[in-house]
């Protein structure tokens, strides 16, 4: 795959997608979100349940038309998945389901399911593999081909979710939370894994984890969502040891950590609004503990911060504001 | 908020609060498509009525009338058979606005008038069916569904499925054999003991109206004549009812929330009524409308053997006598009957649910 | 009165039978069941005593006199007679009644064909005839003769002018009350549950021995069979022979009666039908084990040897009957012109009414029995709606039918001769048999003692080489408890209500 | 921290063993569990899934799955629990020992009122009226810290948000004054922020109530923010016991320390060099079919032979304190 | 055991084997259905006489010569109700597949091209579920004829939609499965995942409602011919000998044999129509029929 360097590989512009539901408001799952991931990267994205993490995965892929924005692929836009089948140019941009137990057909023979996406990628296409191989790469043994789903452990059949990925000699891969389905060993081993072939094959990698660990572990950026909105983008050094958006140092503050000293993690207050009807101005003000006037009457747009990326919020960006939060 | 949720919102402001709520929404939106069956139905039941080839004179002038062309003439002039088939119809649903089904000419009667007349008959037996069936299906399934594998499950699913395989029309005149003239307990035809004077008919069912005239005597002897011919029904149902108690039972003992509430400490029976057996009411509501639109279907051999005198017998007579606008009333009836009850069971169901509501 | 009129089983007589109802107008009523129910209601000038169908004897006529040509006929009215609501029976009522008949332009309209009625006094009418109608006082006791009190109807729409049959709007009083002067008046009725009468109160002649009578409509014989055995009813109507054989003859009483109608094949002679080679009907009516099929239609039922049944005058003498003859038979297929001929026999599959004969069963032995001579047969079933309509519209090739008389006289079986309307539906016209035409015209035209010989040469000719092949004439079975006695069965009017008596227990 | 005595315990379980007849053969799901919990105290269980602690868990409350065979014995304040008669234990159940489950939204039944679920076996424990149990059942809301407690009685549980779901199914367990609280996974299916916040309340409400906790779940992490002490399950057994500290702080067993180690690490340097998360090879056992001697062994580095021999029993670390117990042949990291 | 890429294509999922394991009800069913096989292979063989002949005294009872007995028209009844068992079982067998057939049809289109297409064809399937079985029979019998064509005519006609409903609800359920959406994803035409994906997955509902089915597609088919609207005489039709029984009630032969018949044949599918729901998925039916 030739691109220019400088542009990104994955450009999301001002993505919106709506869910309509009868009789009540459309949820706007992403309301207007943008970010860019540039070849080689592994980007995390991390937020609350329900904030809209898998609908921005499935809008990257395009599983989920946008309402408005757009979103590039290689410089292309991504066209909605339909009837047709996809367009070869799209197919090195894949993704890895969260339940590794759907995304297998049980009925049919991990041989066969490979099969099929090793016949659409095109079987002379230069670099495709056998499906032994495939299965070797992620650490299974060729045998396993003549197996059924069933046959195998969640880990696993993440790593036959992840082979069939690779089938198509993708360039990037979103994974929607591939290890949150796994206990703790397989967890780490699907993770190692997921680094292996992002380091090893060159393979540019969006993780999306409610587990911050997870994302902190393996990924060079972060992305923190709130209610639909990126409130945070940067380096995982810098937002982790220097986050700036108040929601960022909350979800910090509420991680247990595993140290046998008994300390409590820190409750974020309130519940996560209902979608449909978000609040006013920063989405996060109504839960926010430095929350002041125009944080309710108009949102942050994401500014620059030192040490890398961009955060939305007020405090943080209106000098005077800050002032007066520290005050009160 | 967009601009076409606005108006929609502007529109619906003029309505009453209560009635913008979710349920009231629910129940709009479920009567809407019930009405767009209805629709299909009578376009249906009409094209039906002009595709059969022959002719509703032949079943009701006689021989010799027959052969009279005259005759044929004026019966068809006077039955609208000799308009255009567009019109006819659009004549006929104009007329069923007005609840005017046209006349019979079998009975020469409105057919509205005789659908009052079955349509009771054959509703008090069919609800008095699946009552029994009800009751008797839900006790069986319950215990069977705590002793899952135990004898009494083991023996009524033998018996459900066996009396899911019976034919009815088969066991209607066994039973009659056997109860009527063997054994000469119950009463085999009728509804009442011809010798008794009707009560007057207020709702139709006999037992109801005897009981509201007062008069026990029919009463007793509209109940007598009712147990055989439900029992015939319930018989067929019972298991459907016994089968789908009892997975649903079986799946609430299953779920968290029995073992939560059998941690909480509560008594077994407790338990199995106040979770379990609530938790199948969704299926209970599903297997009660399945059966009444078996039974309705059924009652057309039941009534036969029976001389019920209700809408099964009029569908059967009507049809074979080609009474052109008895079968498109009784087939609307029908199907009525059928789209009320599976709307009933939508909004019982949405009423006892508190998840379906808001869907 | 919205008591029972008695303890269950009391003082109400209930009759089962299977229905066949439509309507209680006089004028409009053509179904077997409403003759039943109609009898008992309106009475007509002459009637016939019980099953005896040779001669009719008075009822609302005390006499009658005929001119010599049977043109003109005078009848002689009682006086004593009254309507249900005790007004006199007049010959003002009569003309009414006739005229409506005429001009409701109803089914049985025919009935009045050629006839013109005219009251002479008060209590004298006459009747004068366009030719000559040897058969009217048989006529005359068909229910649609029925006598109704025209000031009450009238009140209720009823008109007996021309054009009556758009003006006339008494349908519906009359299936709700009833306005004749017979034994009964009408309670209730349902041409599909039941009818439901009371004993007229003023009822002229010897009151009846029930107070109320229920007519009910038990579909299936065998259901009868359980309700009089249990107590339920009283009367069943429609066993069959076979039926009635089981029943404990020291408990109930069990009563044949020849039917007056005759089960026959029609076989087309449409030039596409087999049934139009003159050899293959023969080898048909030489074909068909008569024997076996008595068998089959159980006891009681005898062969009929012409189309009149043997309860009319005119009947021809059982030894004239075709015989089986299975050689002959396969010798006349071989002959013909059709080689392995293959025949449709329509029939309608939901039609028991005749004396509980299931005409499948017979449909099925005449298949077995034509396969034995080489002739394959298809059998049709239909509801009757359908299978009559085929008929009627000439599309049969063999067809099972029996005709209802309207009347119990030959008169009313002319319609086989050729050209009659029954003919054309096998498309027989005069051309096609002169000579069976010409006897056509002189059997109506007989009079007195000559008419039996004249309708029997009539079948003579039909049962050579006419396309109608009589089969059966089955036997009508009355079941009835041992509670009711003078259970007389007319063919036409069924049981006459208002003579069944009741024996005190 | 104290060293509990046996007098002090409230809840005493020594030599539990739980037997399943699966598909395939007789399975000890729990095997040979002995542990003890003083009054207000909180004693974790961790472990993968299905290491058998959730079946610890139902076993103590006296509902072990249809068919299973129960030894050992279960002490409440001394009182002998396995021996009791069905009617006993619903006694005890719910008010003197309540669960809580992992999934608030399938713990609760959805077609009935949080009021009705809150009061039908406080009514029936302690005896209440029905007005008594309704002002009761608020309060308890209103302990959980729900929002409107009054109005939420009416509510049905698809109108909570998940957190508040658990929070109800806390006040539920809570209703009947229970003096064990088994919670099972009580934070898995929530969001961190909201985990933090239950794992506060439940510490706060074993202060004020005095109440014991049996905590079982799979995080650590939780384990490490409640838990006094510390049971790791490992295919049914107990491989390493002790004080939080002891148990996260100085693991012994190698399977603990491989708990530890898969962890994610949130840091630079080791996730540049690829040693963020350090799987444990190999999968968990399945019961029925466990690997001779040590369970642990085909997925230990450390194995020795003797592992593949003999079952290591749990025992007491020689030196003090002498509860941090383990059950390893070869104790690698012993100092 | 290796295999190459080759010869994946043929790797066809493995049915669920039909476990009759440990119940008793379940042998004698398949026995008893074994049995009617060998019936409807083997009926000449196994008549004594010819079911149509008509050479016996009419209704004699059952006696050496004459198991069953004979009928009005002096035939076998034994030989009769052997003979039916060739119109009965393989019409409703038929009946099924011609339903499950043109269900499974509509329901892909519609749970596949959803929109308008799916809006209609659910709209009609409500219409037709809606409306009474008898009355359309009779509208066919009386405009096609009677027979037992014509009743497996009008009974498909309005039995297909219980099968669109599934069979959509399956769709729709997998048109948005994670597997269905991987296998897009990765370049799979939609043509191929619906054969591959969808199908197998329709299959097992399908198959498990049509075995349930095949009971009451006899039932029904008896029914219609007991009421003069499917067999034609003289076929040995069960329904059909019962109802020429109505007639004659001494002669109990004559109904209650036919009837034994049907009761043993339907009870034997529908039992193990049972036993394969319980296997496939114990909730299938009411998630399928409550739509
Ligand atoms: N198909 C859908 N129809 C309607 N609303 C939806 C749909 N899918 C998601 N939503 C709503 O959109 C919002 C974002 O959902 P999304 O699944 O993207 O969140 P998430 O961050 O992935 O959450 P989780 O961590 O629970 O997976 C949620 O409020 C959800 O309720
Ligand atoms: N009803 C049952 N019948 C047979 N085996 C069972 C049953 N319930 C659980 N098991 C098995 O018992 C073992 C222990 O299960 P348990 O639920 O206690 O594990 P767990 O540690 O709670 O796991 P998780 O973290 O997944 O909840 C598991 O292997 C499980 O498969
Ligand atoms: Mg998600
Ligand atoms: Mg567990």
């Known amino acids: 795959m030739t691109i220019s360097p400088a542009a990104p590989l994955l450009q999301v512009r001002d993505a919106v997608v709506e869910y309509t539901r009868t009789d009540r408001p459309a949820v706007r799952a992403l309301a207007g979100v943008s970010f860019q991931v540039a070849e080689g990267e592994m980007v995390g994205v991390v937020g609350e349940s329900g904030c809209g993490k898998s609908t921005l995965a499935r809008a990257m892929t395009g599983l989920a038309p946008l309402a408005s924005g757009e979103i590039l692929f290689a410089g292309r836009p991504v066209e909605p998945l339909r009837r047709r089948r996809r367009p070869a140019r799209l197919l090195p941009l894949q993704m890895i389901f969260q339940d590794p137990y759907a995304s297998l057909n049980p009925r049919r023979r991990i041989s066969a399911q490979l099969a099929d996406v090793i016949r659409a990628t095109g079987k002379g296409a230069p670099g495709h593999r056998p499906i032994g191989d495939l299965l070797e790469r992620v650490g299974l043994p060729a045998a396993a081909a003549d197996r059924y789903p069933h046959e195998f452990s969640g880990g696993q059949r993440q790593r036959i979710a992840i082979a069939r990925a690779l089938a198509t000699q993708p360039s990037l891969i979103v994974a929607d939370e591939p290890v949150s389905a796994l206990d703790a060993s397989a967890q780490a081993q699907v993770a190692t894994l997921l680094r292996k072939i992002a380091r090893e094959d060159g393979v540019t990698l969006v993780l999306i984890s409610h587990d911050l660990a997870v994302v902190g572990a393996l990924c060079d950026r972060v992305v923190v969502m709130y209610l639909g909105e990126i409130v945070e983008d940067g380096p995982t050094e810098r937002v982790w040891h220097a986050p700036r958006h108040p929601y960022t140092q909350s979800l910090l503050r509420a991680v247990p950590v595993p140290d046998g000293t008994g300390r409590k993690p820190m409750a974020l207050a309130g519940e996560v609004p209902d979608p449909g009807r978000p609040p006013s101005g920063c989405r996060f003000h109504p839960r926010c503990p430095l929350a002041m006037d125009p944080c309710r009457e108009e949102a942050p747009s994401h500014g620059d911060v030192d040490g890398g990326g961009s955060v939305a919020c007020w405090a943080v960006h209106s000098p005077e504001a800050r002032a007066n939060a520290i005050r009160a | 908020m967009t601009v076409v949720g606005h108006r929609k919102d502007q529109a619906s402001a003029l309505a009453p609060a209560w009635w913008r709520r979710p349920f009231p929404r629910y129940v709009r939106r479920r009567l809407g498509s019930s009405a767009l069956i209805l629709l299909g139905v009578t376009l249906v039941a009409f094209l039906l009525t002009t595709v059969v080839p022959a002719n509703p004179e032949t079943a009701n002038l006689g021989q010799r009338a027959l052969s009279d062309p005259e005759t044929v003439r004026r019966f068809r002039e006077h039955y609208g058979l000799d308009r255009p088939l567009p019109l006819q119809y659009l004549t006929y649903l104009g007329n069923l606005l007005r609840g005017d089904f046209g006349q019979s000419q079998q009975t020469l009667r409105p057919v509205s008038q005789d659908l009052l007349q079955f349509a009771p008959a054959t509703l008090e037996l069919v609800l008095s069916a699946t009552l029994v069936a009800l009751l008797v299906g839900v006790l069986c399934g319950v215990a069977a569904a705590r002793r899952r594998g135990g004898w009494f499950d083991r023996i009524t699913r033998l018996a459900s499925l066996t009396g899911v395989s019976l034919p009815i029309f088969w066991i209607a005149l066994v039973a009659s054999v056997v109860f009527f003239r063997g054994l000469r307990l119950l009463p085999g035809s009728g509804r009442l003991d011809p010798a008794l004077v009707k009560p007057p008919q207020v709702t139709g069912f006999l037992t109801v109206d005897s009981l509201l005239a007062g008069d026990w005597h029919a009463f007793g002897s509209a109940v007598s004549h009712l147990v055989l011919p439900s029992a015939v029904l319930a018989v067929s149902v019972v298991g459907m009812v016994l089968r789908f108690t009892r997975t649903a039972v079986l799946e609430a003992l299953g779920t968290d929330f029995v073992k939560a509430a059998r941690a909480k400490g509560l008594r077994e029976r407790d338990v199995l009524w106040g979770y379990a057996v609530r938790f199948a009411f969704g299926p209970l509501v599903t297997a009660t409308t399945l059966s009444f639109g078996f039974l309705l279907a059924a009652t057309v051999y039941v009534e036969q053997q029976f001389s019920w005198g209700g809408i099964g017998q009029y569908a059967y007579r009507s049809s074979t006598n080609l009474d052109l606008s008895a079968v498109m009333g009784v087939s609307i009836v029908i199907a009525l009957i059928f789209v009320l009850i599976n709307l009933a069971a939508d909004l019982l169901y949405a009423l006892f649910d508190p998840r379906i509501r808001l869907r | ?505 | 921290m104290t060293t509990p005595s046996p007098a002090h315990d409230l809840l005493t379980v020594t030599g539990l063993s739980v037997k399943l007849r699966t598909a395939s053969g007789p399975a000890t799901v729990v095997d040979d569990v002995s542990l003890a919990v003083a009054p207000g105290r909180i004693l974790g269980i961790a472990g993968e899934s299905g290491s058998g602690k959730t079946m610890t868990g139902m076993t103590l409350v006296g509902l072990p799955p249809a068919g299973a065979t129960v030894t050992g014995s279960i002490r409440l304040d001394g009182r002998e629990l396995t021996t009791l008669s069905e009617p006993g234990w619903a006694a005890v159940r719910g008010g003197q020992i309540a669960m809580v489950f992992q999934d608030p939204s399938s713990s609760l039944h959805p077609m009935l009122t949080m009021g009705r679920q809150l009061t039908d076996h406080m009514r029936r424990h302690l005896g209440l009226s029905r007005k008594a149990a309704t002002t009761r059942s608020a309060e308890l809301l209103d302990l959980v810290r729900l929002p409107d407690p009054k109005g939420a009685l009416r509510l049905y549980p698809h109108q909570f948000s998940g957190g508040m779901r658990q929070r109800v199914a806390i006040a539920v367990a809570l209703a009947a004054e229970p003096r064990v609280l088994i919670a099972d996974e009580p934070t898995t299916a929530l969001d961190v922020t909201v985990q933090a916040g239950i794992i506060n309340l439940l510490d706060e409400l074993r202060h004020d109530t005095g109440m014991s906790i049996l905590l079982v779940t799979h995080d650590l992490g939780v384990i490490s923010a409640l838990a006094d002490e510390i049971a790791v399950f490992y295919g049914g057994r107990i491989v390493e016991s002790g004080t939080a500290a002891q148990v996260l702080g100085g693991a012994r067993h190698p399977y603990t320390r491989g708990l530890l180690e898969a962890l994610p690490r949130l840091s630079t340097e080791t996730r540049r060099d690829g040693r963020g998360f350090v799987p444990i090879p190999g999968v968990p056992p399945t019961p029925g079919s466990l690997p001779a001697g040590c369970a642990f062994h085909p997925r230990c580095a450390h194995a020795a032979p003797a592992c593949q021999e003999s079952r290591p029993e749990l025992l007491p670390l020689a030196e003090p304190p002498a509860w941090h117990r383990l059950a390893c042949h070869v104790d690698p990291w012993r100092p | 055991m290796t295999r190459t890429l080759t010869d994946t294509d043929a790797a066809v999922a493995r049915r669920p084997r039909l476990p009759i394991r440990g119940r008793a009800a379940e042998f004698v069913a398949v026995a008893v259905l074994l049995a009617w096989l060998v019936v409807i292979v083997a009926a000449p063989l196994l008549a004594p006489h010819d079911p149509l002949a008509q050479d016996a005294a009419p209704l004699s009872g059952p006696s050496a010569q004459y198991w069953f007995g004979t009928d009005a028209a002096g035939r076998d009844v034994f030989s009769r109700v052997l003979y039916g068992a060739r119109l009965s079982v393989p019409l409703g067998l038929v009946l099924v597949a011609a339903t499950a057939v043109v269900g499974t049809v509509v329901g892909l289109l519609a749970g596949f091209f959803g929109g308008w297409v799916d809006e209609v064809l659910m709209r009609v399937a409500d219409v037709v579920f809606a409306f009474p079985v008898i009355i359309l029979a009779m509208a066919v019998a009386a405009s096609l004829g009677p027979s037992l064509t014509n009743a497996v005519l009008a009974s498909v006609l309005v039995w297909w939609p219980a099968y669109a409903r599934t069979v959509r609800s399956v769709v729709l359920g997998l048109r948005e499965s994670e597997f269905v959406l991987a296998n897009r994803l990765a370049g799979v035409g939609s043509v191929r995942s619906m054969f591959v994906d969808l199908l197998p997955s329709v299959a097992g509902p399908v198959l498990v409602l049509g075995m349930l089915d095949v009971g009451a597609a006899i039932l029904l088919l008896s029914g219609l011919s007991f009421l003069g609207l499917g067999a034609r005489p003289p076929e040995p039709e069960w329904g059909a000998q019962v109802s020429e029984s109505l007639q004659y009630f001494d002669q109990w032969w004559l109904a209650v044999f036919p009837g034994l018949a049907i009761v043993t044949v339907v009870l034997a599918f529908n039992i193990i129509g049972d036993a394969l729901r319980d296997r496939l998925d114990p909730k299938l039916r009411q998630a399928g029929e409550h739509a």
């Open chain 3, 1 to 505: 009165d919205q008591q029972p009129a008695a303890a269950p089983g009391g003082d109400t007589l209930v009759v089962d039978t299977a229905f066949n109802a439509k309507s209680l107008d006089p004028a409009r009523m053509f179904q077997p069941t409403d003759f039943y129910a109609e009898s008992a209601l309106y009475d007509t000038l002459l009637k016939f005593k019980g099953n005896d169908l040779k001669a009719p004897v008075p009822n609302l006529a005390e006499s009658y006199e005929v001119s010599d040509d049977a043109t003109a006929y005078t009848f002689r009215l009682r006086e004593d007679a009254v309507f249900s609501d005790g007004s006199p029976v007049t010959a003002a009522d009569v003309v009414f009644s006739y005229n409506r008949l005429k001009n409701v332009k109803a089914s049985p309209a025919f009935l009045m064909d050629g006839l013109t009625v005219t009251a002479q006094d008060d209590h004298t009418v006459v009747i004068k005839a366009e030719r000559a109608v040897p058969e009217l006082p048989s006529l005359l006791t068909a229910p649609n003769f029925g006598v109704v009190n025209a000031d009450q109807v009238k009140a209720q729409g009823a008109t007996d002018a021309e054009g009556a049959d758009k003006s006339d709007t008494a349908e519906r009083y009359l299936n709700t009350a009833s306005a004749g002067s017979g034994p009964y008046v009408l309670e209730g009725y349902s041409n599909t549950s039941q009818i439901a009468l009371t004993a007229n109160p003023k009822y002229w002649g010897t009151k009846p021995a029930w107070q109320r009578v229920v007519i009910r409509n038990v579909t299936a014989p065998q259901q009868q069979l359980l309700n009089v055995e249990g107590g339920e009813s009283q009367i069943a109507l429609d066993l069959s022979g076979r039926q009635a054989q089981g029943v404990d003859r020291s408990a109930f009483t069990v009563t044949s009666d020849q039917a007056p109608e005759v089960l026959y094949l029609a076989a087309s002679r449409a030039k596409t039908s087999a049934t139009a080679d003159p050899e293959v009907l023969a080898a048909i009516r030489a074909g068909i084990d008569y024997q076996g099929l008595l068998q089959v239609a159980g006891p009681g039922t005898v062969q009929a040897a012409g189309l009149v049944p043997q309860t009319f005058v005119g009947a021809l003498a059982p030894t004239e009957a075709p015989k089986y003859d299975p050689e002959l038979a396969k010798e006349l297929v071989a002959r013909s012109g059709v080689t392995a001929p293959k025949i449709t026999l329509d029939y309608a599959s939901d039609y028991h009414r005749l004396a509980g004969l299931d005409y499948a069963t017979i449909a099925q032995r005449i298949q077995s029995d034509l396969k034995k001579i080489g002739i394959e047969v298809t059998l049709n079933p239909a509801p009757t709606a359908t299978s009559l309509q085929r008929y009627v519209d000439g599309q049969t090739e063999l067809a099972l039918w029996s005709y209802p008389p309207d009347f119990t006289d030959p008169a009313n079986l002319v319609a086989f001769g050729p050209g009659g309307f029954l003919a054309k539906r096998v498309h027989w016209s005069e051309k096609d048999a002169p000579e069976a035409a010409k006897l056509t015209e002189s059997a109506l035209a007989a009079k007195g003692d000559a008419r039996a010989a004249a309708y029997q040469a009539w079948q003579r000719v039909l049962n050579d080489g006419g396309p109608f092949l009589p089969l059966l004439v089955p036997t009508t079975v009355t079941l009835s408890s041992a509670r009711v006695t003078d259970v007389a069965r007319n063919p036409i009017t069924g049981i006459d209500l208002g003579a069944v008596g009741k024996k005190q227990s």
